[in-house]
């Protein structure tokens, strides 16, 4: 059971492959309607690993922004606000990296 999961949600493994291996090694009958799923399940896995990539990029920005901003407060003996303001950072976003700063 665990391997047929495997299969069926690897990323890494295209359909045909998946397909070929549900057909060979689980002698599971391909129908149209079979190949449907399996192209669904395909694409489902691709569609949690891109939005697993993009979330991770998404934090090691912050990440980045947050240790440029504590990097000027030391270096240059900026304010929070200076800091953010010399990198640009929108006013709007101000917000969030004042209370993640705050938290460290």
């Not at 129908?31 to 799923?37: A, C």
């Not at 606000?81 to 950072?89: G, H, P, Q």
């Amino acid at each position: 059971m665990l391997k047929l999961l495997e299969v069926l949600l690897s990323p890494t493994r295209e359909a045909a492959e998946k397909k070929q291996i549900l057909q060979d090694d689980f002698h599971i009958e391909m129908t149209k309607k079979l190949e449907k799923e399996v192209s669904i399940m395909c694409n489902l896995s691709k569609g949690i690993e891109e939005i697993g990539i993009r979330e991770g990029k998404r934090e090691g920005k912050k990440e980045g922004i947050l240790f440029s901003i504590q990097s000027l407060m030391e270096t240059m003996d900026f304010t929070m606000e200076e800091a953010m303001n010399a990198l640009k950072i929108p006013k709007t976003e101000q917000e969030q990296y004042t209370k993640k700063l705050k938290q460290k």
